[in-house]
């Protein structure tokens, strides 16, 4: 048996892979195979603390081909701002040396899709009850909530969204956002 | 929908919790009586009256304390429980 991971070299959509859209108006990407990192438990803020600019909970920090994502005290995660994700790996090897505190990066257990485009705010509107204006959903914010039915991370990227959900109900996920697509184009 | 406010995220559809219990601190097994030990096994309190639940927002698996009041509905105050009494 080859590695592990990637589980599929289409990502966490798979087969699905004719359902991501690329439009004009909105764009549904898979990121899943991207890499990332992320620690949580007692320690992993004392080892982050010394590597990368910690947010405060809820809050994002990007730079240096890195966003750094605070999802609880204890709990925080790196996702690579591309697909080659080279500042990921020297923290990966790092932890891998000298590990402490709980593996969290979760690449089996969460998607990753990107909802892009001058649209996506009203298709997202369409699927999570969350307040996703400006104000009361700023740029670097973090919302832990629901979306399309699913508990999921959702968090701000240009004029869009990433949002990181149970990799099992991808296909879920990505009908229900394709549904909600589909109705912004009739209805919207 | 009634809006539960999570410490963490702020409030929220209670959809988005799970109820986990009242608070119930264990007695030590060593020096507690026979029927201290039955009553905190087998007993639950039923007082109408606020009490202390634990809650959890599951989306961000945070586990926080609820002040509810068990008649009415009401919770009065939510907090880590880390700043527990």
Redesign the interface.
């Known amino acids: 048996m080859s590695a592990v991971y990637p589980l599929s070299e289409a990502g966490a959509a798979g087969d699905l892979r004719d359902r991501l859209v690329a439009g004009a108006d909105v764009a549904l990407a898979d990121l899943t195979p991207w890499p990332r990192f992320g620690l949580k438990g007692a320690g992993a803020e004392a080892w982050f603390a010394d590597r990368v600019d910690l947010p405060e909970v809820n809050r994002v920090t990007e730079g240096a081909g890195l966003r750094v994502l605070r999802l609880g005290t204890r709990d925080i995660m790196v996702l690579s701002t591309d697909a080659e994700g080279s500042p990921v790996q020297p923290l990966r090897s790092a932890w891998e040396a000298a590990p402490q505190s709980y593996s969290s990066w979760r690449e089996e257990t969460w998607a990753w899709l990107r909802l892009t485009g001058p649209k996506a705010t009203a298709v997202a509107r369409r699927l999570t009850a969350f307040d996703l204006r400006a104000a009361a959903f700023g740029e670097s914010d973090i919302a832990q909530t629901r979306f399309a039915h699913q508990d999921g991370v959702l968090l701000r990227t240009g004029d869009g969204f990433d949002v990181l959900f149970d990799i099992a109900s991808t296909a879920k996920v990505v009908t229900d956002i394709r549904a909600a697509i589909d109705r912004e184009e009739v209805f919207g | 929908?009634k809006l539960l406010t999570c410490p963490?995220?702020g409030p929220?559809?209670i959809?988005?919790f799970q109820y986990l219990g009242p608070v119930r601190l264990s007695p030590n097994p060593e020096a507690a009586s026979d029927a201290d030990w039955a009553g905190y096994l087998f007993g639950a309190p039923n007082d109408r009256d606020f009490q202390r639940e634990f809650w959890r927002?599951?989306?961000?698996?945070?586990v926080f304390v609820a002040e509810r009041h068990i008649g009415t509905g009401e919770v009065r105050r939510t907090y880590d429980p880390g700043e527990m009494e």
């Open positions: 929908m963490m995220n929220r559809n959809s988005e927002h599951t989306p961000s698996n945070y």
